[in-house]
């Protein structure tokens, strides 16, 4: 089974940029959309940007034109640019497959956008 390692996370100033890696291992990678998710403290996690097996992106309208999504099915890694960052954007970000093809969660990263 699939198993998601995500890394990149950091304290930064708004305005600022960060960039998160996703590594996978497991041999389906490359055919599913990995999905870019966020939960901040008391709320739910939340979709916020994915990434198809045919490089399409869809993104949450929170974060559409500042975070950018990409694959390496090669390298069964992903990452997410994050630009122009705001401090509603900290969260602990996730990758995984999107709802109904996700598999358990790793340990996420801490992405903390200070004003």
């Known amino acids: 089974q699939v198993q998601f390692v995500e890394s990149g996370g950091g304290l930064v100033q708004a305005g600022g940029s960060l960039r998160l890696s996703c590594a996978a291992s497991?041999?389906?990678?490359?055919?599913?959309?990995v999905g870019w998710y966020r939960q901040a403290p008391g709320k739910q996690r939340d979709l916020v940007a994915y990434i198809t097996n045919g490089d399409g992106t869809h993104y949450a309208d929170s974060v559409k034109g500042r975070f950018t999504a990409s694959r390496d099915n090669a390298k069964n890694t992903a990452s997410l640019q994050m630009n122009s960052l705001k401090p509603e954007d900290t969260a602990i970000y996730y990758c995984?497959?999107?709802?109904?093809?996700?598999?358990?969660w790793g340990q996420g990263t801490q992405v903390t956008v200070s004003s």
């Open positions: 497991g041999s389906t990678f490359g055919i599913n959309a």
């Open positions: 995984n497959f999107l709802p109904g093809q996700a598999v358990a």
